[in-house]
């Protein structure tokens, strides 16, 4: 396995560092300040525009597609360490960067299974940064973390698609720039489990899409990524045209899209406890408590200590999975990306924690991003599958493979079960 960084990926990290240098992290509190003042809670600041003109100048745009046609054709692991850095800034750098999700995923599976008609109407523009997209997936009176749950229903009927159900956590619906959802719902309920589903790309102007109420994120709007909105399809009609590969195909659509969706959340988590990190360290060395500095206290040291082997040993296991998925295919690196994706969210939470902790009561407060940093993290326990979901599937791979192995052996004695 080799990790070295590629000269395009060391040539971007350069130019990357510098634009949050010099237009990202100073602009955090602008980027505050005029969220505050948005006559739409929903909408973008005009300061995100500001920074997305410049990325696009300097190169740093569409960085995460790896299709040459569409994107900056960077692999997996070359777009690894640009995900982290952009993670240390999560509500400006990724959409700075036209890098944001759900319209990464969005704009992959437009890329990799859209018709031509479909790319020119959605991706063109999603590419160009012009407009946002919702992926609608999850639904509230269901367990989702089981695709076989999902009762949306997406009937045929003539030449259109007839869409009715209920979804929630709909991210990036309560834009006011969004123009799509991409749709998952039941096609075949007859059909065996994971071929019953299909994806269809509905414009959030159709008829019958109605937005009910945007989701709060432990309180938190996240009007910055567009919010998450609870919609209810009534019988909502498009053309046969607007389905995203064939009927069936719904969950090996979704499995392609979060495969490296999934990489490029834990490396971003990396950034935001990375952040975390740094500011822990400046403020222990500067803050004294009983007659010392607080970085003379051994907890805090050991703290510091513990925070970066989390760090590093994650980054190594992301590099292996990002590594893994370009060498042989996702397939392969499947319990990699389940790893990874409840390794993340846990090493990102205990470093984010114990800088909250050693900052006190501005800790929880708005004078840092920490408390902001916590309550993503925490949701990616959630995001894109739940934690027990990823270790069942470790645990199921990891038992398959030895009663695989003591079954050969078995039948090499010629024992019988």
């Not at 920490?370 to 739940?386: C, M, S």
Request: glycine share 8%; hydrophobic share 40%; net charge neutral.
């Amino acid at each position: 396995m080799d990790f070295g960084f590629s000269a395009r990926t060391t040539e971007l990290q350069g130019r990357l560092l510098d634009f949050m240098d010099s237009h990202v992290y100073p602009n955090e509190t602008r980027f505050d300040e005029q969220c505050a003042q948005l006559a739409n809670p929903w909408d973008r600041p005009p300061i995100l525009d500001e920074l997305k003109a410049e990325a696009r100048r300097r190169g740093l745009w569409n960085l995460f597609l790896p299709h040459p046609d569409f994107g900056a054709g960077l692999s997996n692991l070359e777009y690894a360490p640009l995900a982290e850095i952009t993670g240390r800034s999560p509500a400006i750098a990724p959409e700075a960067l036209n890098c944001a999700a759900p319209d990464t995923g969005n704009m992959e599976i437009l890329a990799m299974f859209g018709t031509p008609a479909q790319q020119a109407r959605w991706l063109t523009p999603l590419l160009d940064g012009t407009i946002r997209s919702a992926f609608s997936m999850s639904e509230p009176e269901v367990a989702s973390s089981d695709a076989t749950n999902i009762a949306t229903r997406i009937e045929r009927d003539g030449d259109d698609y007839i869409i009715t159900g209920r979804k929630w956590w709909s991210s990036g619906a309560m834009s006011p720039r969004c123009r799509l959802a991409i749709v998952m719902g039941v096609t075949d309920p007859e059909a065996e489990p994971y071929r019953r589903q299909s994806m269809i790309l509905v414009p959030l102007d159709s008829p019958g899409v109605n937005i009910r109420r945007s989701t709060t994120v432990f309180g938190y709007t996240d009007a910055a990524h567009g919010g998450h909105a609870e919609i209810q399809y009534d019988e909502v009609r498009v053309p046969a045209g607007n389905l995203l590969g064939e009927e069936g195909s719904g969950f090996a659509i979704a499995q392609a899209r979060l495969g490296p969706g999934r990489v490029h959340h834990c490396m971003r988590l990396i950034g935001m406890a990375g952040r975390a990190l740094d500011l822990m360290c400046r403020r222990v060395t500067s803050r004294v408590a009983f007659g010392r500095p607080l970085a003379e206290q051994g907890v805090v040291r050991e703290w510091i200590a513990e925070a970066y082997i989390r760090l590093e040993q994650l980054r190594l296991l992301v590099f292996k999975t990002a590594w893994l998925m370009d060498t042989a295919d996702n397939r392969v690196a499947r319990r990699e990306i389940a790893a990874i994706k409840v390794a993340a969210p846990a090493a990102a939470l205990w470093v984010i924690d114990r800088a909250i902790q050693a900052h006190g009561g501005a800790g929880v407060s708005q004078d840092t991003p920490l408390a902001t940093l916590w309550a993503h993290a925490r949701t990616l326990q959630l995001a894109d599958g739940p934690d027990e979901v990823h270790k069942r599937s470790i645990a199921r791979t990891l038992l398959r493979e030895h009663q695989q192995v003591a079954g050969a052996a078995m039948r090499k004695e010629g024992v019988t079960a």
